[in-house]
Structure formats: C-alpha cells, structure tokens
C-alpha cells in the first residue's frame, strides 16, 4: 500500500469503537497495516485486522503483540487508547471503582507499552500515542477518577518520552474535549437529564459542538506519522478551544 504509513503496523488499543477505531481506519487508509486490539473484536472489518486482548491482563497482551508481530511482521506504532469513562465526586466512587478505572486507564498503557517495547525497538520510526483529555487540565465537574487517570496518563507520556528518546522512540498524547463516541453516550446515560446534559457539552466547547472521533484521529496520525520525527514529549489539545479560550457567551 502506498502512503505515509506505508510499510509499517500500527496498533490500537481499543480500536473497536470511537475514537480507536477511527483511528484504526485513518492509518490503514494512510497506508499502515493495523492490529487492533480490543475486548471484543466482533465490529473490527477488513483492512483492520482483529486482536482479542484486555489491556489489564498481561498475558492476554503479551499473546496478542506476539500474533501481531508474527502475522505483520513487527510493530512500529502504539496507539494506547482503550479506556474507560468514570463519574462521580470524590465521594462517590468506592474503592474497587479507583482500583477497576486505574487498571483499564493507567496501568494498561503501561502494561502494553512495555510488552510493545521489545517490537518498537526494531522500528526505525517507532512511535507511541496516549489518550489523555481535557480532564488532565480543567476541573471538570464529577471527573474525580477519571480526570485522576489522564492527568497520569499526561505525566506518563512526558516521562516515557525522556526515557525512550535516545532509543530513537518518540512519545506524545492527544487531549481531546469531549468527543461524540459511545463512551459519552453511556455516561450520558447515568444522568437524570440526557439531553440537557448532551447540550450542555456541546457548549462546553468554544466551538459550540463536541469533537468529532476524526478529529482526534487526525491528531493522532500526525503525532505518529514518520514526518513527525521532531515532536516527542507533547500533549496537542484537540478540544474546541476548552483549555486556552475563554470566549464571550
Ligand atoms: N469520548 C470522549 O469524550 C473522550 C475524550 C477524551 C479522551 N477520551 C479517551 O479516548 C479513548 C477512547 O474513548 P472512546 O470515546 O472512543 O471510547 P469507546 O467506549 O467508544 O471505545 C473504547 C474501546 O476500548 C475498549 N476497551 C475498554 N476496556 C478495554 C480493556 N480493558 N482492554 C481492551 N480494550 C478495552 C472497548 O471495548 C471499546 O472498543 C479513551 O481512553 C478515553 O478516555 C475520550
């Protein structure tokens, strides 16, 4: 295939739905060869190809990466973005909910970055991408845990990024608004108002509207194409504008 990515495999977490799985399509119609690996793989179609995996369960990771490698020979770009939304203050999530939403959010990205390491070693243009959020910046309301997820998963790009760079392994996130998936559709689900609610996250955005999953696919490309080759250690908002403007309502 020709393109940007040509010649080299990307994998996705989370690739079955939302955000992942416009991902997925974007770098395989740029040209990648794309494993996605996801807890369920039943809405994965060709040219994406199918992984079963559950980014808390090491061994379930380290088969997948190693059917992955085989199948496509190598992997040259990690995209880290299974994740799980949480709502509530900090009073309202037990314990067992902290521990649950850390170990999809958090240690799953460590957990699979670590066993992808030995495959992007091999890559002359490896390439690791981390979903953080708008919730690592901005005090969201009833985001307690999961803006305690992503502000890690922030820090723990900037820290991978240090310590991979001289290996030639290049580490940034996205920090998305809020983006129109399945994932805000459940949590929209949870409140007494849904539609209210929705409203009231499309005008979070200066924008007016919420993110689109394309938009933040494009984002990622960028951030794990090969003509990136200068940008590691970053965080690009894709977020209408939530962080930086304040505009005049
Ligand atoms: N939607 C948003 O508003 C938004 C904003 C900022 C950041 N994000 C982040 O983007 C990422 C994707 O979000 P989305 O909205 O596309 O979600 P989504 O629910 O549409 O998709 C998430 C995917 O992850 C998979 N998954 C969940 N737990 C898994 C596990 N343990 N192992 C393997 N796969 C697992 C699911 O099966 C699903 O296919 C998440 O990390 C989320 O925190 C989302």
């Known amino acids: 295939m020709s393109g940007e990515f ?3 495999v990307a994998v996705v977490t989370g690739g079955a739905s939302g955000i992942g799985q416009a991902t997925a399509v974007e770098l395989a119609a740029r ?6 690996l996801d807890v369920n793989t039943d809405a994965v179609t060709p040219p994406l190809r199918g992984y079963r995996a559950d980014v808390t369960d090491r061994a379930s990771v380290e088969a997948a990466l190693a059917s992955v490698a085989a199948d496509l020979g190598g992997i040259d770009i990690l995209v880290n973005n299974a994740g799980v ?6 009073e309202e999530n037990a314990d067992a909910e902290w521990t649950r939403v850390l170990d999809i959010n958090v240690t799953g990205i460590a957990r699979v970055s670590s066993a992808a390491l030995p495959y992007l070693r091999a890559s ?6 981390n979903l953080s959020s708008i919730a690592a910046l901005n005090g969201l309301p009833q ?4 803006s305690a997820t992503k502000g890690a998963v922030m820090a723990m790009t900037f820290a991978m990024a240090t310590d991979l760079v001289s290996e ?15 994932f805000v559709d459940r949590m929209l689900a949870g409140f007494a108002d849904p539609i209210a609610e929705r409203a009231a996250l499309d005008a979070r ?8 999953p394309q938009e933040v696919a494009d984002a990622i490309a960028y951030l794990a194409s090969p003509r990136s080759g200068s940008t590691t250690g970053t965080a690009l908002d894709v ?4 962080t930086h403007l304040r505009v005049r309502k």
């Open 168 to 182: 030639g392994i290049r580490v940034n996130c996205v920090r998305p608004g809020t983006v129109a998936t399945a």
């Open 85 to 90: 939304s949480a709502v509530g203050t900090v």
């Open 143 to 146: 985001r307690v845990l999961y």
């Open 239 to 242: 977020d209408g504008g939530v």
């Open 6 to 8: 040509s010649g080299l």
């Open 124 to 129: 002359s243009h490896a390439a690791i991408v």
């Open 205 to 212: 955005q200066a924008t007016g509207r919420m993110v689109t």
């Open 31 to 36: 040209g990648a060869a794309v494993a996605v």
